[in-house]
């Protein structure tokens, strides 16, 4: 059998010594070698844990690359849903007589929904599936969406926004399920794609309804009933694609999870045990807060940006969206080239070279946002919008380049959590920067990109024993700075002896590439035989 690359571990706990398990052997050069002994069930070559070892673009093969469409489309269709409002505010205000102040709370509670839901995302991954997660929430939330078409003040207009926001999870859910589809060594890249097309759905709406907004107007309504009609193009589109996902996705490379579950093939963790590992390890915290000043803002912009170009030069609805949209676009290959980046990164320097990757995208794009608020004229405000928005969404690309290796017993809720970092991070400049009369929205932009670069010194702080920190090495203990000792440590002596903790010793001889390019991170072994546990176990 070929040696074959590490692989990103998942949170689905508990595999059982009916599974065929391997230990596996991590190389020291960036070539994924696949099982060559595998039965020939997939479309595309896989590892010992049947999950893709390349990523073929236009393929819909089943189920690695349906997955990944699947997901990034769910995820892209919330992201319209919920900010399908946004380039609609002029039009919005004076049909409802809306303040100012009213479009600042609506645009926090737009993002402050999805804190919640987001964290619930994380549980439900674990423990039910991401396809039943979410098919269920796109589809409940669709009504929600039909409900904006039916507001009638200011009240109704914050309560449904806030309610749409909770869709925003999906987020969670498309992160996860491109992670256990997909081998380690293509993650980051894979995830950026899911993640940053996704993410472009907050740019596509920018032109998607003014654009549905105008031509139901030229067909014969009326601009305050134009803009409610519009809002049913995104209502369907959630519909349409939670069907979809119900019905041609699949949770795992080997089946649905109920499915292998009732087979004895995948046993269940427990909740209260993967949210204290996940609520304890600080590392937790640290990305809740750095994913809050990079996803955090990007949300943020996507509220405000289309306004501040339209009142701020003097611009057409149309053309504020246009240049707005421009902002949540470049999400097509920045989000992207940052988890690229991270691998490539890993690949050398190990996961501080993951650090210092996220740490640069970060800080520079709040230095372009201190400079879009202080830009003077369209064309330099163009510019610093682009330049801002390539450095903050490739940060999020890096983020989920390293959010994986935090702790494999609580991945899933580890995701919900940095996930809804970035909805707090959102609702907290939009309520501190945006809303009211105490900063212009210009100001608001520069003060908020000073906050995205104090808040991303925290970094530094992010500190693994097997792999150390952007300025400091591995611990020197020769225990606690294996990568063994490090993800065995969330399981107790009791649940090893069930064989419980077996997927993370797998993992954590996979993520010894982690260590990049220096002596050691080479691990040798044999393929255990089928039904039986690793020696070493």
Same mark, same amino acid.
């Given at each position: 059998m070929a040696a074959n690359e590490g692989t990103l571990g998942t949170s689905m706990h508990g595999v059982t010594g009916r599974e065929q398990t391997f230990a596996l052997s991590v190389a020291s050069s960036s070539t994924i070698q696949t099982d060559e002994t595998m039965p020939k069930k997939f479309a595309l070559p896989v590892d010992s844990e049947h999950r893709a070892t390349v990523f073929k673009l236009f393929s819909f093969a089943k189920p690695h690359m349906r997955t990944f469409h699947l997901a990034w489309i769910s995820f892209f269709t919330c992201f319209i849903s919920t900010f399908a409002a946004a380039p609609l505010v002029p039009i919005i205000r004076d049909n409802l007589d809306i303040k100012q102040a009213d479009i600042g709370n609506a645009g926090v509670a737009s993002v402050s929904g999805s804190i919640f839901s987001r964290l619930v995302m994380g549980a439900v991954c674990d423990l039910i599936g991401p396809r039943y997660g979410t098919a269920f929430l796109l589809m409940l939330s669709a009504p929600t969406?039909?409900?904006?078409?039916?507001?009638?003040?200011?009240?109704?207009?914050?309560?449904? !926004? +806030?309610?749409?926001? +909770?869709?925003?999870?999906?987020?969670?859910?498309?992160?996860?399920?491109?992670?256990?589809?997909?081998?380690?060594?293509?993650?980051?890249?894979?995830?950026?794609?899911?993640?940053?097309?996704?993410?472009?759905?907050? /740019?596509?709406?920018?032109?998607?309804?003014?654009?549905?907004?105008?031509?139901?107007?030229?067909a014969g309504a009326t601009p305050f009933t134009a803009w409610r009609i519009a809002f049913f193009i995104p209502g369907w589109f959630q519909v349409i694609m939670g069907l979809l996902v119900l019905s041609l996705g699949q949770d795992l490379p080997d089946g649905n999870l109920s499915t292998l579950q009732k087979k004895g093939d995948v046993s269940k963790d427990k909740f209260s045990k993967v949210f204290r590992?996940?609520?304890?390890?600080? !590392?937790?915290?640290? +990305?809740?807060?750095?994913?809050? +000043?990079?996803? /955090?803002?990007?949300?943020?912009?996507?509220?405000?940006?289309?306004?501040?170009?339209?009142?701020?030069?003097?611009?057409?609805?149309?053309?504020?969206?246009?240049?707005?949209a421009s902002f949540g676009m470049a999400n097509f290959f920045a989000r992207p080239f940052g988890g690229y980046a991270s691998d490539v990164a890993a690949r050398i320097f190990g996961m501080r070279g993951r650090l210092w990757i996220l740490w640069f995208f970060q800080t520079l794009g709040g230095v372009f946002c201190i400079w879009l608020g202080r830009a003077d004229s369209l064309p330099l405000a163009v510019l610093a919008m682009i330049l801002f928005s390539l450095g903050t969404?490739?940060?999020? /690309?890096?983020?989920?380049?390293?959010?994986?290796?935090?702790?494999?017993?609580?991945?899933?809720?580890i995701s919900g959590l940095t996930g809804a970092g970035g909805n707090f991070g959102s609702g907290l400049t939009q309520l501190v920067f945006f809303s009211g009369s105490r900063f212009?929205?210009?100001? /608001?932009?520069?003060?908020?990109?000073?906050?995205?670069?104090?808040?991303?010194?925290?970094?530094?702080?992010?500190?693994?024993?097997?792999w150390g920190s952007m300025f400091l090495p591995p611990s020197k203990d020769p225990v606690k700075s294996t990568e063994e000792f490090y993800y065995t440590s969330e399981w107790s002596e009791e649940e090893k002896q069930q064989g419980l903790h077996e997927g993370s010793v797998r993992f954590a001889e996979n993520s010894r590439s982690e260590r990049g390019k220096r002596a050691g991170n080479e691990v040798s072994s044999l393929p255990t035989p089928p039904n039986t546990t690793p020696a070493h176990v």
């Open positions: 969406v039909f409900c904006m078409s039916f507001v009638s003040d200011a009240q109704g207009y914050l309560a449904v !926004r +806030f309610m749409i926001g +909770f869709c925003l999870a999906t987020f969670v859910s498309c992160q996860y399920w491109t992670t256990i589809m997909f081998n380690g060594k293509i993650i980051g890249l894979v995830n950026g794609c899911a993640g940053g097309w996704g993410d472009m759905g907050g /740019g596509v709406t920018q032109l998607l309804m003014p654009l549905a907004y105008h031509l139901i107007k030229l590992h996940a609520v304890t390890n600080y !590392r937790t915290w640290i +990305f809740f807060l750095l994913y809050g +000043f990079s996803m /955090g803002i990007e949300l943020t912009i996507n509220n405000v940006i289309s306004g501040y170009f339209y009142d701020r030069f003097d611009l057409k609805l149309h053309t504020a969206g246009t240049i707005a969404q490739a940060a999020c /690309g890096a983020t989920y380049g390293i959010v994986p290796f935090v702790s494999r017993r609580s991945l899933g809720l212009s929205t210009a100001t /608001g932009l520069s003060l908020m990109g000073v906050a995205a670069v104090i808040c991303t010194t925290p970094v530094a702080l992010l500190h693994f024993p097997q």
